[in-house]
């Protein structure tokens, strides 16, 4: 080999090893990139089902409440209806 064919042998090989190093760090940023969007989504998801988890919370404690109206009402419609049947044995 000439002194010629050795020096464009070796600039090649460093074009070559330049490119494949590029690329390299091309495909980590890629990488990256994709890692941090998906971490992203993944958080603003967990966020909205942290808030229909509140939500849900927030539902069923009124639901509950409600309820618990309802059968204290109901309470007093029975003692109604029993002073009202106690009633009407005694008339009747």
Not at 6 to 29: K, N, P
Not at 49 to 70: F, I, N, W
């Amino acid at each position: 080999m000439t002194q010629r064919q050795l020096a464009a042998d070796m600039a090649q090989t460093s074009t070559i090893a330049f490119a494949v190093i590029l690329g390299a760090a091309i495909l980590m940023a890629g990488l990256v990139g994709i890692g941090i969007y998906r971490a992203r989504y993944a958080a603003a998801r967990e966020e909205g089902y942290r808030t229909l988890a509140g939500r849900s919370a927030d539902g069923s404690q009124a639901t509950a409440e409600e309820l618990k109206g309802v059968r204290a009402e109901l309470g007093e419609v029975r003692q109604r209806l029993a002073a009202l049947e106690k009633l009407l044995s005694q008339i009747g």
